[in-house]
């Protein structure tokens, strides 16, 4: 959707203001702002535009309006503007990322807990493989009546087996045709490119052993997708100091059932593709319990060919700016600690008066 400049100004203002009061923002909130000339009736008639693009809601009989999602992601796509840490930001990052060469894990873990900290929102930190790993060889043994062994071997030099318990009867020869059905259909494939179309033609040519079919696909999938390291997510009680959870058990009690180290395993952006920092607002989440919050992640490289993702989970209502500035310092510190495996360095700030997130 086009918006004008006055719609843009309104909408980003409204964003601004709700962000620091949480309290429903009217057109008088606005015209008060230094930077904008237009009457409160102006104001008033481009709110009412925006409540009809879908950019803004009206909660209960308030005059106010609040952003929707779809206004929280316009902001975040063409409104908002960099946030530029101060020095007392800056000397309290640095602080926190003087860290001590330790196990992988365990610092992996320390990071996370330091920027829920430092932004004051639940935090994880997950590291994954960049590159994605593909399907290269199958066979199939007979491990005794009844059962089966599956081996896969992936790209990245993993092999993974499963031991399979046969739901039909099926010969040594039915097993040789599907391992040579799975290796000429199915090798230098990812995750995605397994479809139901796919899954259809095997099971087609597979003869005898077709039943086994789904059960292969499965296994595969579940290998190819488990491109990432232990999740750590720390802070999940800091959501209780927002205003949106002071007052509201129920809600907060959804998302902290709904928020742990397997909501985030299956977050669809665990491995950004799209740039370094990557935004889910409300309803983009994964689960419809997490409809009110929304997920920023920042990437890092870590080395070997792994990159760490940290992340903050809050409402919806976050300060974007102030917490990708934040996310920022610390993916960038983070990769020249992993790449020289010692102590991240401590940028000079040459201004004397602020540090940019570049």
């Known amino acids: 959707m086009e918006l004008t400049d006055r719609q843009k100004q309104i909408l980003r203002a409204i964003v601004d203001i709700y ?9 008088k909130a606005i015209a008060a702002l230094p930077d904008v000339c237009y009457s409160s009736a102006t104001i008033r008639n481009e709110m009412a535009d925006l409540t009809q693009m879908g950019l803004l809601e009206q909660p209960h009989t308030s005059a106010g309006r609040i952003p929707s999602p779809a206004g ?26 003087e ?35 593909v399907t290269k060889h199958f066979d199939l043994i007979m491990a005794g009546p009844g059962s089966i062994i599956l081996v896969l071997m992936l790209s990245d030099d993993q092999v993974r087996n499963k031991l399979i318990k046969l739901p039909v009867a099926v010969t040594e020869a039915d097993l040789k045709l599907l391992a040579a059905v799975l290796n000429a259909s199915m090798t230098d494939l990812t995750a995605e490119q397994i479809n139901a179309e796919l899954l259809e033609k095997i099971t087609r040519t597979a003869g005898a052993a077709s039943a086994l079919v789904p059960l292969v696909i499965d296994f595969t999938l579940e290998c190819l997708r488990q491109q990432h390291g232990d999740v750590h997510l720390t802070g999940q009680m800091r959501l209780l100091g927002q205003p949106e959870y002071k007052d509201a058990a129920e809600k907060a009690q959804e998302v902290f059932e709904t928020l742990d180290e397997d909501m985030i395993s299956n977050l669809p952006a665990v491995l950004p ?11 983009e ?15 890092f490289d870590i080395g070997e060919g792994m990159q760490g ?17 934040k996310l920022g310092y610390f993916a960038e510190n983070l990769g020249k600690m992993f790449q020289k ?14 540090a940019s997130n570049k």
Request: charged letters at 25%; proline letters at 5%.
């Open 309 to 325: 993702t940290i992340g903050v989970v809050g409402p919806t209502r976050m300060d974007y700016a102030k917490i990708t500035a």
């Open 19 to 27: 962000v620091s009061t949480a309290e429903p923002v009217g057109s």
């Open 99 to 133: 860290l001590k060469s330790q196990e992988f894990d365990k610092m992996m873990s320390q990071v996370g807990k330091l920027v829920s900290k430092m932004t004051d929102l639940p935090a994880y930190t997950v590291a994954t493989r960049r590159n994605e790993a």
């Open 341 to 354: 495996g010692g102590a991240a360095t401590q940028p000079a700030l040459t201004d004397g008066t602020d």
């Open 273 to 283: 593709k799209d740039g370094p920092v990557q935004f889910l607002v409300g309803p």
């Open 285 to 299: 989440n994964v689960a419809k319990e997490l409809k009110d919050t929304s997920v920023v992640m920042m990437r």
């Open 72 to 97: 929280y992601r316009l902001y975040i796509d063409e409104l908002m503007q960099d946030y530029r840490l101060s020095l007392d930001e800056t000397k309290s990052l640095n602080e926190a990322l």
